[in-house]
């Protein structure tokens, strides 16, 4: 009789740990939409929680937020009881798992330590060299920020339109079968998503393909190897594996009662080669009990031993020269990414709008960390991943998109939510005295000017009191000849902050005829036109 593949107790403990803290992750990031005027601080708990972020943080601008602090529990946890993070905690290892749950029944080999293995490690030396150069990308590979701007730029978006489009085509096509109507299914399925998990309009995000793409990549090479990014390239796996080097909790391989059959082995997801009593590597190991469960001899268990005792295992692969190499790689992105004019702040790109309380470009890029946060809690989904608007540097940095989205006059949660300050909490006043870019008119499309037409959309929806947008009288001449006088709109530029609510409001559709640029941005005083700009505030 073939005995069950899961039979441990602690690998159940393992997979429900693992599940709860996976759905605890995506409740926050559904929650966080739902967000007004105070959001909670444990939207932010996971990255509070990561010592990777924390590192490079402090690296990068030689301060810490006090939250951040947090992150010594796990540091803690992994110096006792290994990468227990990895295995037991992390979602995106949970997520990696479901994954490798889909390529069970393939016929696993034995494997040893990879000299590939090494690639995660090398990857976390350049980018701490990178941060330590103030070039903060540590959040294009950290998995809190890969799994929280995943789901948020494509994954619930991509879930709430298949859902809402399928229910959509099934009530306007109203099949049947028999007498039986397919809509009193599929209507009360709809409606409770609607009601309880969605609860506001599908955000839509600029960029969303390449990061879809990027994420399925990362999901399919389980399919390769289990667990391919935890052991091959997550920088914070590195991280961990070099602080669990002589962990608390060790693998015990009985050699009397080992018959080498290879079973433990084959069904560890990180090639911790826990068939050879020796060379166990706690580095690599995501204490994840399969190879204990599995091991028909009952020669493997883990046990706590004393820290004075040298543990029975290999060294880290991590010669000294793959370190020089991982440390001239950080360097040379470094140089790399800090060539460009934009970089050097030898100009400014006109689409690049910070969200209110960014802090000057440079120490912004030295603090962000791409993680998605304060595009999720964005109300009129107004901000969006960069593409390569503020260089190589500023990729999936968030940028205002005035056209798809404004910033809320009364709105400041993309500061109050922000985990590493990147964004600055402001008060409501201050953050309404802050101006982020300013509205430049296109007269040749724009309706009072070139055709004619009444149009008086953008006053309207401008809500700075007084108002940034103004009008003076003009007279047009009408295609039969007739001259008229109408109202033709102009900013003062010294009121207007910004916020994007009269290009949202405009009533092109393709491209505005009032657009936000960044010139007279707050932050930037290099970039400030007007001298008589008194919003200008030195931050």
Sequence with gaps: MKRPQFRSPMQWARRISQALFLAAFVYLVLVARHEEEEPSRLLRVFFDFDPLVALATWMSTHTLAATSLLSLVTVVLTLTLGRIFC???????????IMTWFNRKQHRKRESRSSWQRMKYALLLSLLVMALSGVHWIGI?????????????????????????????????????????????????????????????????????????????????????????????CPLGGMLGFLAMKPLLRLNNDTDACNNCGKCARTCPAAAQPDQPDNWLPTECFTCWN?????????LSFVLASPRKEPKSAAVDFSRRTAIGAVA????????????PLAQGVRFEAALIRPPGALSERA????????????RVCPTNALHPCGLEAGVEGLWTPKLVPKVGYCSHSCTLCGQVCPTGAIRSLPIE??????????????????????GRECIICEEHCPVSPKAITFTLGEATTSDGEIITLKQPQVDAVRCTGCGICEWSCVYKDQAAIRIVSANESRNPDNVVLLENSGYDTY
């Design 87 to 97: 295995g037991w905690i992390c979602p995106l290892g949970a997520v990696h798992n």
């Design 141 to 233: 590979f950290d998995p809190m920020s890969l799994l929280y701007r995943s789901l948020t730029i494509f994954g619930e978006p991509a879930v709430q339109y298949s859902i809402e489009d399928s229910a959509t085509s099934v009530y306007r096509s109203d099949p049947h079968i028999g007498s039986f109507q397919i809509t009193r299914v599929t209507e009360p399925v709809y409606v409770f998503f609607r009601d309880n998990i969605f609860q506001a309009p599908r955000p839509v995000f600029e960029g969303s393909a390449l990061i879809a793409a990027l994420f399925i990549l990362i999901l399919a090479l389980n399919l390769i190897r289990p667990r391919f990014w935890c052991r091959y390239i």
């Design 291 to 299: 190879c204990v469960a599995v091991c028909d001899q009952n020669a």
């Design 329 to 340: 790689g950080g360097m040379a992105a470094m140089l790399g990414f800090r060539q460009s």
């Design 364 to 375: 912004f890029l030295q603090r962000c960390i791409q993680c998605g946060l304060c595009m």
């Design 430 to 451: 201050k953050k309404q005295e802050i101006k982020i870019g300013m509205a430049v008119f296109d007269k040749n499309r724009c309706l009072p000017y070139s055709y």
